[in-house]
Every structure is written in structure tokens, then in C-alpha cells.
């Protein structure tokens, strides 16, 4: 199994950088795994989007689904030679998000292009050898976490999620991790609805994941001290999938599970 980062930014794609995305492959298996913005154009070194098995959404946020608007557009008028129609599975509301921006008679021909499979909490699909599955977890909209296994690996993504017991269950005794940060400090009383590097890396120590890679950090957060912090609580090795200093130096690492 092949994990490569599209993306890692949140909130906002900068240079070299687009919003959360991931390609994940398994022999002739390509699940793009968050559509953030800017993925679509990273994509497209790797794969051509015909070869694209399946787009798998973690959650409704533009951050992490924006780039389907776009990719709707590739598929219908851009004779990219998809043989039928793709299949997406995102929360419910991500269809209706899309048919707001194409216009409400949008719809038939949105199905034509893209074959809707809303996700459910407990919720698994085959493709070829790849086998997904996927939780429900704390985020402030409906949100879930995947899990990949092919070939004898195992990969888990967080989405975006506060800690809840459905990651730790989702996550036991994966290869890797791949978590985001996306909360720096927590203020007082403020509902938790991201991870700060500390709970990602005890996520990892506690569903024991053998490696941790931090994706979707704070704003601001410097991945350095991302990885220093979510280390301290982690016996594994950590990585960021971003490279502290300036934001044209981002490097989107291809890893190996
Ligand atoms: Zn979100």
C-alpha cells in the first residue's frame, strides 16, 4: 500500500501546499482520500483521474471537500475518459453542498458524473484488495474516520476529530497514523473539535500505532515543534507531513506502508 500526500494545509491552500488531501493505492486500486483544495491539481501528477477508483470524504468542511466542485467539471466536460460514473463516499450533506453550487436542476446530472454512497458510522467497502472502513467521530459536523487495509498493512486517518473513543478503536495496532493537528492550545471551556499534537500523539500510544504522521496543523503551528510535541507522548516515530520555515518549502512525502 502507497500513501501520498496531496495536501497538508488547513483552512486555506498556500504555494506548494493545498488543503488536506491523500492518494492511497493498492495495485491498480486509487482511493483519493479528502478533496481539499488544490488536491485536484496534485492529483494529476500521480494518477490520471480515469485510473480513479473511488473519492472517499471525511467530512462536508471546504477544507477537506471543496475540490469536488471542481473535479465534477474535469469528469463532465473534460474528457478525461472515466468509464462510468465515480463512485464518492462522503456524508450525505456533500451532495446537496455541490448542488447548491451548480444550481438546483444540477442534480441528475451531478449522479451521471458522480455515484453518491453516503457514509454511516460502522460503514466498510472493498475495492479490488483494498479494504475501507470508516467511524463516526467528534467534529462540529457530521465527520468520520477511515481505515485502510491492503496487502497486510494498515493505514488510519483521523479526518477531523476531537479524541473519542471511535478513533482509539479504529486506530488499535495500525502501521501508521496519519493525524491532524489542527488545534494548537485549547482555551478554556472552548468545545474540542480538533486535536492538539499532544492528543494525536497520544492516540498513537494508545491505540498502538507503530508510526505518526501529522497532516491538517493549526494555522501557525510550526511542524517542528508539531512533531517535538506529539513525540513526547508517542514512543514511535513522528513525522510532519510538512516542513517547518517558510510555506513554499512544503514537501507532500510519499510513504510507504
Ligand atoms: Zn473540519
Same mark, same amino acid.
Given at each position: 500500500? %502507497? ?33 481539499? +483544495? ?25 477544507? &477537506? ?13 473534460? &474528457? ?14 456533500? !451532495?446537496? %453542498?455541490?448542488?447548491?453550487?451548480? =444550481? ?7 449522479? !451521471? ?9 460502522? =460503514? ?47 486506530? %488499535? =495496532? ?13 482555551? +478554556?471551556?472552548? *468545545?474540542?473539535?480538533?486535536?492538539? +499534537? ?11 500505532? !507503530? ?16 512533531? %517535538? ?17 517558510? *510555506?513554499?518549502?512544503?514537501?507532500? +512525502?510519499?510513504?510507504?506502508?
Amino acid at each position: 500500500m %502507497r500513501l501520498t500526500t496531496l495536501g497538508v494545509s488547513s483552512h486555506y491552500p498556500v504555494p506548494g501546499a493545498p488543503c488536506t488531501g491523500m492518494l492511497v493505492e493498492h495495485g491498480a486500486v486509487s482511493v483519493w482520500v479528502d478533496a481539499g +483544495p488544490g488536491t485536484l491539481a496534485e492529483l494529476q501528477r500521480h494518477l490520471a483521474l480515469a485510473d480513479v477508483s473511488a473519492v472517499w470524504i471525511s467530512h462536508g468542511h471546504a477544507d &477537506h471537500a471543496a475540490d469536488l466542485l471542481p473535479t465534477f467539471y474535469a469528469y463532465r466536460y473534460g &474528457h478525461v475518459g472515466a468509464p462510468a460514473a465515480v463512485t464518492v463516499l462522503a456524508p450525505e450533506e456533500v !451532495r446537496g %453542498r455541490l448542488t447548491g453550487f451548480l =444550481g438546483p436542476a444540477s442534480g441528475p446530472e451531478l449522479d !451521471r458524473v458522480f455515484a453518491f454512497d453516503a457514509l454511516g458510522d460502522g =460503514g466498510r467497502r472493498r475495492f479490488g484488495g483494498m479494504d475501507l472502513r470508516w467511524a463516526a467521530v467528534r467534529h462540529d459536523v457530521p465527520a468520520f474516520a477511515l481505515r485502510v487495509e491492503a496487502g497486510g498493512a494498515s493505514l488510519v486517518y483521523t479526518g477531523d476529530s476531537a479524541p473519542c473513543a471511535a478513533l482509539d478503536q479504529l486506530a %488499535r =495496532g495500525c502501521d501508521l497514523l496519519v493525524s491532524e493537528a489542527g488545534t494548537d492550545r485549547r482555551e +478554556p471551556g472552548e *468545545p474540542p473539535v480538533h486535536l492538539t +499534537p499532544e492528543e494525536a500523539g497520544e492516540l498513537a500510544q494508545r491505540s498502538g500505532a !507503530r508510526r505518526l504522521l501529522l497532516t491538517h496543523l493549526a494555522l501557525g503551528l510550526d511542524a517542528a515543534e508539531a512533531v %517535538r510535541r506529539a513525540s513526547a507522548r508517542f514512543d514511535g516515530p513522528v513525522e510532519a507531513a510538512v516542513v517547518s520555515g517558510s *510555506p513554499m518549502s512544503v514537501v507532500l +512525502p510519499t510513504v510507504d506502508t
